[in-house]
Every structure is written in structure tokens, then in C-alpha cells.
């Protein structure tokens, strides 16, 4: 093993007087462990082996550096690794080695990165210690230390090499060290957060998760009939389904998903050998798209009553349930003594079917409702209650997990009736549960008298033309609304989204954000539908459309 001298140099510095060395420390643990946060391509990642060692920082850089150890010598005996690389068991540093999982099933077993912590000296030096196939494998490390409200970035290279890749250096500097900043100052770290897929194993996550997507993704996205996004709730379900199924293990249990919706998540689990139905108020387009072996069910149920339960049912499953949300532990409680329940809430609902009212205002909404729902299956329900967070494109990303009861078999009957006296205390004499009405109606201005609706689209439009900017020019929806009068506002308003719905359903004419409104200049090849209708700029705007007509894809 020959020495490498490394040579450091500082590429980034910012100062802040609420920067302390406890901040500096939580920023660089949430990084370590979390890189995912930054790195998208990233699912996450496991620690190795974590040990205090004798020296200085340099000094472990250099002897990894030197020897270019096979990922086998990581994952055989990461411990044994240190000593072959000569070094000694100590309290100077930290060391820990990491391998990161990637979304896709790419090298998942070779890539591994090497952490080092010299905590008296304020600093956290990163070090990809993963061989490159082709041999041509630039080595470099990067490091953060705090010194006097200071954060500064630096980089080291071996003194024999240069750094000339722009795109790293971009990343270190314009990304990497910014959120790293920003998470000191904001004391990411210290926060009480929930982890991410904290009962489940993220190595197999990543396995099946990719697994179902390249099995179901694509195949869905050909025939997605919902108005909803379908890579958002395609991937969605896909995860969630595989969270699932690595939740329950070897087991194939039975389930009911309540409110199931689109049905995608019950057609995943069907489809891998899941015994279980989705049961909704209303059938969806999509339901038409699944084959017979996706078992859904339109009905209206009143979990209220005594008589909803589902006695051969292991599982009772809420995915963004909304109303049906606080009942699915109670189904559960009712249903049979080993049922358990997987419960992801979304829009906070009582039981009554009111929304719910938040009770610690230190909290959000959102975070005051997963706090109650806890406390009423842990406390009343009598669940032992896990919670995790899932990996899916959502911001309603907590499941709440009533893993076993924590009662006798026997006492099965006294609990059941403390349940129904406690879900009825929920309701007033003159209250009864209300279910979602079977045709949902429409609220997104489509259904506006056409006259009012173009009254409005030419009112904007001529706010924006007699404004100074031309195709730059913004004007606040403040500023329009006084131009539109109340009484116009008042009949948008009871189509839900009002002026700013509107406009976004004319996105063809006008871009809408941050609050303000201008007009949405054609770009060429931009349209998904080639000259289906008028061109309104070439026909409405003054200076009219800027592309010429074969251009355009819309009609001169």
C-alpha cells in the first residue's frame, strides 16, 4: 500500500450567527444517513459498520484511497477492512461506511461511501469508496467543518491530480453545501421526525419496488383513464403496495381496502397473490381497465354500524380514506381479534364525518390528526401502534400500523362494546354518518354559464393588454379580482375553485404563479394536440400569435 498525500483546498464559505457547532452536527448526521434527501436517484441507504479509530481523518482517507477494495471486503467484514488497511481502534475519529441503494437496480452492491467525523475539530469529510469499472476513477473527498459561525466546503485530491469534472464541482458547491447550510440553520436534525420505511428493510424495498414498477408502471400508464396525474398515483400505489407486502413478510394475508378509489392498489395485490377486495361508494373509469382477478365492489357503507365488519378479513386497509380514515381501527376492533389495520390518512375527518379540529396548535393539522388518531388506537382501541413514513410522491406520507391488540382473546367482547359506546359518543343525537353521495359532482368551473366564463377570460385578457410588458407582463389576482367585480367572484366561488381555477383550466392562454397571472406566450411543439382549435392569440391578441402557422398547434 503506497501513501497518497492529499491536498485540500477550500471551495465555499458561508457565515451565520445562528450557526452552532450542535447544528453543524445535525446537518451532517442528516446528510450521512439520509443522502436520498438531496439525491433523487438515491432510495436510501444502510450503515455498515460504524468505529473509532486512532489518528486523523487524512489519515483514513489516505489508506482507503491507496487501496482500492472490492465492495466483498465491505459487506464480508467491514471491521476486518479497517484493519488490513492499518488501522487502529482509537477515540480520535468516527468512522463509518455506507452502502446507498438506488432506485433502479444498478450496482446496488457497489456503492459504498466512507464517512469520517472528527468531532473536537468540528468536521465531516465524505469519501466515495466505490472502485469505478473502468478503472478510470478520479479520487476525491469532500468536507464541511464549522469554525466561528462559518461553514466552509473543501475539497481534497490527491496532490497528483486535478479536479476538472464542472458538473461535481457544480454540485458540491451550487447543491450539496447550500442544503447543508440551510439544514445547520434550520436545525433540520434536531427535529422529532418520523423515519422513512423504518419497518421494512430498505435493500428489499428497493428490489421490489423496482421489481413492480417495471411489471405494472408502464402497462398502466398505457390505459390510465383517470383526470388524476398518473405518475403520481400510479407510483404511488406501486409503493405503497410494496411496502405491503414486505410489511406482512412470507404471510398472504387477506385484506379489505376501504374507499379504494382508482383501485390500483388492490389490482397490484391481487394481481402478487393477495387474497383481499376494494370496496368504494362509486366505481371509477379505471376499474374497467383491470382484469376479473382485481376484485372491487361498489358499495356504501356505514362504519357507524355495529354490523360493518368483515370477520375473515387479517387486514383492514384505509389508503387516503378520508371520512372512512377514523373508522378503519374500529372495523378492525370489530371485525375479529387478530385483524390488524395499515392506515394512511390524508384530509383530517371525524367520526361524524365533520372535519376535524385541531387541538395543539403547535402542531399542523395534519400532524395534530396523526397525533389523534394515534393516541384513539393506542389508548381506546387498545392497538400497539407503529407509525412509519413511506416513500411516495405524496405530502400525506405517515401510516399509522396497528400491528396486534394489546389485550386478551378472552376480553374480546367488553373491548368491542368500550368501542362502539366510545364511536357513538362521536355522534349527537341528531347526527348520523353520512357517506359520499354515488355521482360526485363536478367543481372546476367546467359547468359555468359560457357567457360568464368568456366575460371573465376577456376582462383578464384586457387587463393584461392595456398593462405595460407585453408577454412579460404580470398582473396580481388581487389586482383582477377588482377588475371582475363581486358579483362575478360570487358565482366562480361556488364552482370551488374560483378565478384561479379558471385560469388554470385556460392554461393554452394564461400562466398562473406565485399569485399573479400573465399571458402564456406559444412555444413551438409545445401542443399535444395538433390543430384541433383556434389559435386565441392569432385571433384575440394584438400583436397576434408569434410562431408562424405551420408552426403553431392550433388553427390560424
Given at each position: 500500500m503506497t501513501n497518497v498525500t492529499w491536498s485540500w483546498t477550500t471551495l465555499k464559505r458561508l457565515q451565520?450567527?445562528?450557526?452552532?457547532?450542535?447544528?453543524?452536527?445535525?446537518?451532517?448526521?442528516?446528510?450521512?444517513?439520509?443522502?436520498?434527501?438531496?439525491?433523487?436517484?438515491?432510495?436510501?441507504?444502510?450503515?455498515?459498520?460504524?468505529?473509532?479509530?486512532?489518528?486523523?481523518?487524512?489519515?483514513?482517507?489516505?489508506?482507503?484511497?491507496?487501496?482500492?477494495?472490492?465492495?466483498?471486503?465491505?459487506?464480508?467484514?467491514?471491521?476486518?477492512?479497517?484493519?488490513?488497511?492499518?488501522?487502529?481502534?482509537?477515540?480520535?475519529?468516527?468512522?463509518?461506511?455506507?452502502?446507498?441503494?438506488?432506485?433502479?437496480?444498478?450496482?446496488?452492491?457497489?456503492?459504498?461511501?466512507?464517512?469520517?467525523?472528527?468531532?473536537?475539530?468540528?468536521?465531516?469529510?465524505?469519501?466515495?469508496?466505490?472502485?469505478?469499472?473502468?478503472?478510470?476513477?478520479?479520487?476525491?473527498?469532500?468536507?464541511?467543518?464549522?469554525?466561528?459561525?462559518?461553514?466552509?466546503?473543501r475539497l481534497a485530491m490527491p496532490s497528483n491530480q486535478t479536479m476538472d469534472d464542472k458538473k461535481t464541482l457544480h454540485w458540491m458547491t451550487d447543491i450539496f453545501f447550500p442544503k447543508i447550510f440551510n439544514w445547520a440553520i434550520n436545525d433540520k436534525g434536531s427535529k422529532p421526525t418520523i423515519s422513512s420505511l423504518s419497518h421494512v428493510c430498505v435493500q428489499m424495498y428497493c428490489h421490489l419496488y423496482s421489481r413492480l414498477k417495471e411489471k405494472y408502471a408502464k402497462s398502466l400508464m398505457n390505459v390510465w383513464t383517470e383526470v388524476t396525474d398518473p405518475k403520481k398515483y400510479i407510483h404511488k400505489d406501486i409503493a405503497t403496495a410494496t411496502y405491503l407486502m414486505l410489511l406482512w413478510g412470507d404471510t398472504k394475508p387477506s385484506f379489505v381496502d376501504m374507499g379504494c378509489g382508482n383501485g390500483?392498489?388492490?389490482?397490484?395485490?391481487?394481481?402478487?397473490?393477495?387474497?383481499?377486495?376494494?370496496?368504494?361508494?362509486?366505481?371509477?373509469?379505471?376499474?374497467?381497465?383491470?382484469?376479473?382477478?382485481?376484485?372491487?365492489?361498489?358499495?356504501?357503507?356505514?362504519?357507524?354500524?355495529?354490523?360493518?365488519?368483515?370477520?375473515?378479513?387479517?387486514?383492514?386497509?384505509?389508503?387516503?380514506?378520508d371520512e372512512l380514515s377514523p373508522w378503519v381501527p374500529v372495523i378492525a376492533t370489530r371485525s375479529n381479534y387478530n385483524c390488524k389495520f395499515f392506515l394512511l390518512p390524508c384530509c383530517p375527518f371525524e367520526f361524524n364525518g365533520s372535519r376535524y379540529q385541531r387541538v395543539d396548535s403547535s402542531l399542523s393539522q395534519y400532524h395534530d390528526y396523526l397525533k389523534y388518531l394515534e393516541k384513539t388506537s393506542s389508548n381506546v382501541l387498545k392497538f400497539n401502534v407503529k407509525t412509519d413514513r413511506l416513500r411516495i410522491p405524496s405530502t400525506k406520507r405517515t401510516c399509522i400500523i396497528g400491528w396486534s391488540k394489546n389485550y386478551l382473546p378472552q376480553e374480546v367482547d367488553q373491548v368491542v362494546q368500550d368501542v362502539e359506546k366510545f364511536a357513538s359518543s362521536k355522534f349527537n343525537e341528531n347526527v348520523q354518518f353520512v357517506p359520499r353521495p354515488s355521482e360526485e359532482r363536478v367543481r372546476n368551473c367546467t359547468k359555468l354559464d359560457k357567457d360568464l366564463l368568456r366575460s371573465v377570460v376577456d376582462t383578464v385578457a384586457d387587463v393584461l393588454i392595456n398593462s405595460s410588458g407585453g408577454w412579460k407582463c404580470r398582473v396580481t389576482l388581487g389586482e383582477l379580482a377588482k377588475q371582475i367585480g363581486e358579483e362575478r367572484l360570487k358565482k366562480l366561488k361556488k364552482e370551488c375553485g374560483g378565478l384561479q381555477t379558471l385560469l388554470k383550466n385556460h392554461r393554452y392562454i394564461f400562466v398562473v404563479e406565485k399569485g399573479s397571472v400573465g399571458f402564456r406566450k406559444p412555444v413551438k411543439g409545445c401542443g399535444k394536440v395538433w390543430k384541433k382549435h383556434k389559435c386565441w392569440f392569432y385571433h384575440n391578441y394584438p400583436d397576434k400569435c408569434p410562431l408562424n402557422e405551420d408552426e403553431c398547434c392550433n388553427i390560424h
Amino acid at each position: 500500500m503506497t501513501n497518497v498525500t492529499w491536498s485540500w483546498t477550500t471551495l465555499k464559505r458561508l457565515q451565520s450567527t445562528d450557526l452552532t457547532a450542535e447544528k453543524f452536527w445535525s446537518a451532517a448526521t442528516v446528510w450521512n444517513a439520509k443522502p436520498h434527501l438531496l439525491i433523487k436517484h438515491l432510495m436510501g441507504a444502510e450503515r455498515l459498520v460504524s468505529e473509532s479509530l486512532a489518528g486523523e481523518y487524512g489519515d483514513v482517507l489516505a489508506s482507503v484511497a491507496a487501496t482500492d477494495l472490492p465492495p466483498a471486503a465491505w459487506v464480508g467484514d467491514p471491521v476486518e477492512t479497517f484493519r488490513r488497511l492499518g488501522l487502529t481502534v482509537g477515540e480520535d475519529i468516527q468512522a463509518e461506511v455506507w452502502k446507498l441503494f438506488t432506485k433502479k437496480p444498478v450496482d446496488w452492491n457497489d456503492y459504498f461511501r466512507l464517512s469520517v467525523f472528527d468531532r473536537p475539530n468540528n468536521t465531516a469529510v465524505f469519501y466515495d469508496c466505490t472502485p469505478k469499472k473502468n478503472g478510470d476513477h478520479i479520487k476525491y473527498a469532500y468536507g464541511v467543518n464549522f469554525v466561528d459561525d462559518w461553514l466552509e466546503l473543501r475539497l481534497a485530491m490527491p496532490s497528483n491530480q486535478t479536479m476538472d469534472d464542472k458538473k461535481t464541482l457544480h454540485w458540491m458547491t451550487d447543491i450539496f453545501f447550500p442544503k447543508i447550510f440551510n439544514w445547520a440553520i434550520n436545525d433540520k436534525g434536531s427535529k422529532p421526525t418520523i423515519s422513512s420505511l423504518s419497518h421494512v428493510c430498505v435493500q428489499m424495498y428497493c428490489h421490489l419496488y423496482s421489481r413492480l414498477k417495471e411489471k405494472y408502471a408502464k402497462s398502466l400508464m398505457n390505459v390510465w383513464t383517470e383526470v388524476t396525474d398518473p405518475k403520481k398515483y400510479i407510483h404511488k400505489d406501486i409503493a405503497t403496495a410494496t411496502y405491503l407486502m414486505l410489511l406482512w413478510g412470507d404471510t398472504k394475508p387477506s385484506f379489505v381496502d376501504m374507499g379504494c378509489g382508482n383501485g390500483l392498489l388492490v389490482h397490484v395485490l391481487n394481481s402478487e397473490g393477495y387474497n383481499g377486495v376494494g370496496l368504494d361508494v362509486r366505481s371509477r373509469k379505471m376499474w374497467a381497465q383491470y382484469p376479473k382477478s382485481t376484485v372491487l365492489k361498489v358499495t356504501s357503507v356505514d362504519p357507524s354500524s355495529s354490523d360493518c365488519k368483515f370477520p375473515q378479513a387479517d387486514w383492514i386497509i384505509g389508503n387516503h380514506s378520508d371520512e372512512l380514515s377514523p373508522w378503519v381501527p374500529v372495523i378492525a376492533t370489530r371485525s375479529n381479534y387478530n385483524c390488524k389495520f395499515f392506515l394512511l390518512p390524508c384530509c383530517p375527518f371525524e367520526f361524524n364525518g365533520s372535519r376535524y379540529q385541531r387541538v395543539d396548535s403547535s402542531l399542523s393539522q395534519y400532524h395534530d390528526y396523526l397525533k389523534y388518531l394515534e393516541k384513539t388506537s393506542s389508548n381506546v382501541l387498545k392497538f400497539n401502534v407503529k407509525t412509519d413514513r413511506l416513500r411516495i410522491p405524496s405530502t400525506k406520507r405517515t401510516c399509522i400500523i396497528g400491528w396486534s391488540k394489546n389485550y386478551l382473546p378472552q376480553e374480546v367482547d367488553q373491548v368491542v362494546q368500550d368501542v362502539e359506546k366510545f364511536a357513538s359518543s362521536k355522534f349527537n343525537e341528531n347526527v348520523q354518518f353520512v357517506p359520499r353521495p354515488s355521482e360526485e359532482r363536478v367543481r372546476n368551473c367546467t359547468k359555468l354559464d359560457k357567457d360568464l366564463l368568456r366575460s371573465v377570460v376577456d376582462t383578464v385578457a384586457d387587463v393584461l393588454i392595456n398593462s405595460s410588458g407585453g408577454w412579460k407582463c404580470r398582473v396580481t389576482l388581487g389586482e383582477l379580482a377588482k377588475q371582475i367585480g363581486e358579483e362575478r367572484l360570487k358565482k366562480l366561488k361556488k364552482e370551488c375553485g374560483g378565478l384561479q381555477t379558471l385560469l388554470k383550466n385556460h392554461r393554452y392562454i394564461f400562466v398562473v404563479e406565485k399569485g399573479s397571472v400573465g399571458f402564456r406566450k406559444p412555444v413551438k411543439g409545445c401542443g399535444k394536440v395538433w390543430k384541433k382549435h383556434k389559435c386565441w392569440f392569432y385571433h384575440n391578441y394584438p400583436d397576434k400569435c408569434p410562431l408562424n402557422e405551420d408552426e403553431c398547434c392550433n388553427i390560424h
